[in-house]
């Protein structure tokens, strides 16, 4: 009991360090990486999947009011908790809809109001559940519970883990329920139940209604599971696991259809992309070393720790020269975390490390294999020994929680936004060839213009038009979508010049630069 009750204090302590963490750069954060608005549209807006959505389908030659755009972010009056018309965006878009019901009900407890707030709060919320369940995770493999709260912290803290946090969107409940599938299934190993059975099933579908990158850990998963069970001739066990792992295939086909179309589809987030990247081994070298570079940069306090815990286990090794008792089961939880993370790095449709951050909570249990492995030795038997190890983990922990900060701050935003706010009387064009990917990333700073004409052409009479609407104005803001890869891919200094001809306007200059478009300030 005592130690039950030391092992408790030891989660609250980690859980109040992360959440002080959370808070602190939550309340930097003061912009949004054009998926996360994506999340804020794809949950709240009323069957209007994106923003030529809300214009019939079309944005050339629209003019995007700011309650149109304020309608795609919010949730209206009479559309609270509208999981069909979320269901209906996500089959129009590349997703499954679990995290988006979820953004949903956060965000119909605000009606009306566009805020970070509405995401970062249930990011917390399943950030510290998942510290928590890594906790339990950490403690069912090697039945410590000081080395299972110095695993959650290591997380918590992490660059890696904060940014996920930071990040409004699904990333944090794939997060959730891959420590959630293993911590099942390192149960199953103990002592397997009928109640095991049907929770891996269940967990297991909603990994896939999360994030359909979720598959990979869980196929590695059972596939370890399942020949561990075999070459101990445990049939039955292993049969009834296998149809268990695929009644949660199952029921993501039966809730979720569209995952299939998702699967075929031609888009750059879909099965065909990734079985080009696959086939594509020139970019091997380079997507790995990329991933294993975000992975020590986001990851160095853990492995940092690690290396600690290593040599500490060395020279205990050699003093005492101890035998150790490995725990070689644990391997099947740990193990399935490499081949995906290498498997992901290769198939991802773009090389960002946010396609791995449900391995991050696993990638720190390795500290929690070694620290088992000290505890073994001599010394560590005892308590002091390992409360002031454990004191230098916690401070490395902090340490890296300061040293380098998450992703997903934006604090670069607050200068776009004091800009816009700044010329919000005049009128606002944005230049862009019917994509709607641009003038969603840059919808925060639309926000603070009455409206935004859309158009590929600077010679359109209907540009004329709007623009003699605003004709006292002695300027006007320009938005260029210069994104080559991604959308229009204008020259400024072909398309701005040949506006200036066909307007009253006499001069341009550059006012920021995002990364799908650069702003002017056009003067007469």
């Not at 999981?83 to 988006?100: G, K, R």
């Not at 956060?106 to 707030?117: D, E, K, M």
């Not at 853990?302 to 020279?315: D, K, M, N, P, T």
Request: net charge negative.
């Amino acid at each position: 009991m005592k130690k039950s009750i030391q092992g408790l204090g030891a989660l609250l302590l980690a859980l109040i360090l992360i959440l002080g963490g959370c808070l602190w750069f939550a309340r930097q954060k003061s912009g949004l990486f054009i998926d996360e608005i994506y999340t804020y549209g794809l949950s709240n807006s009323h069957y209007a999947p994106f923003l030529n959505d809300m214009t019939g389908g079309s944005l050339e030659g629209a003019t995007l009011t700011r309650q149109q755009l304020m309608d795609y972010l919010v949730v209206n009056d009479g559309e609270s908790l509208d999981f069909a018309s979320v269901y209906y965006n996500q089959v129009h878009d590349v997703h499954p809809p679990l995290y988006y019901w979820l953004m949903n009900i956060a965000c119909s407890l605000t009606p009306n109001v566009f805020s970070y707030w509405s995401g970062l709060i249930l990011n917390l919320i399943l950030y510290l559940l998942t510290a928590v369940l890594l906790y339990a995770l950490s403690f069912t493999l090697f039945e410590d519970r000081l080395n299972a709260a110095l695993a959650a912290l290591l997380y918590g803290l992490s660059a890696l883990g904060l940014s996920t946090m930071l990040m409004i969107r699904m990333y944090v409940l794939m997060a959730l329920l891959t420590v959630q599938l293993a911590l099942i299934l390192a149960r199953m190993i103990r002592e397997p139940r009928p109640i095991h059975y049907l929770l891996f099933a269940l967990t297991l579908f909603l990994g896939l209604m999360t994030q359909y990158y979720f598959v990979f850990y869980a196929f590695f998963l059972c596939l370890g599971y399942g020949l561990w069970r075999l070459a101990r001739r445990e049939w039955k066990q292993a049969f009834a696991f296998a149809l268990c792992a695929f009644a949660g295939v199952g029921l993501l086909l039966l809730a979720f259809p569209a995952c299939l179309d998702h699967l075929f589809a031609e888009k750059m987030v879909s099965g065909g992309n990734a079985v080009e990247n696959l086939l594509d081994s020139s970019q091997y070298a380079w997507r790995l070393g990329s991933f294993f570079r975000s992975i020590v940069h986001g990851m160095h306090g853990a492995i940092f720790s690690a290396a600690l815990v290593f040599l500490a286990l060395i020279a205990s090794l050699l003093k005492k020269g101890a035998k150790l008792r490995f725990p070689a089961l644990s391997l099947l939880v740990l193990l399935p975390a490499v081949p995906t993370l290498l498997l992901v790095a290769i198939i991802s449709p773009v090389v960002e490390i946010r396609y791995v951050y449900n391995l991050v909570p696993i990638l720190a249990l390795w500290v929690s294999l070694l620290i088992s492995l000290l505890w073994q030795a001599s010394l560590f038997r005892k308590r002091t020994p390992r409360l002031l190890l454990a004191l230098l983990v916690v401070l490395i922990a902090l340490w890296q929680g300061r040293a380098v900060p998450p992703d997903y701050l934006y604090i670069e935003y607050r200068d776009f936004d004091a800009i816009a706010a700044e010329h919000s009387d005049a009128p606002c064009v944005y230049l862009d060839d019917n994509y709607f990917a641009p003038i969603t990333e840059d919808i925060q700073q639309l926000l603070y213009f009455d409206d935004v004409f859309v158009t590929a052409d600077p010679d359109s009479a209907a540009l004329d038009d709007y623009l003699a609407r605003y004709a006292d104005s002695e300027e006007a803001v320009v938005y260029v979508d210069i994104s080559k890869f991604w959308s229009s891919g204008f020259d400024p200094e072909e398309i701005l010049p040949r506006l200036l001809e066909s307007t009253e306007f006499g001069a341009w200059k550059p006012l920021y630069t995002t990364g799908l478009s650069q702003t002017f300030l056009l003067t007469k």
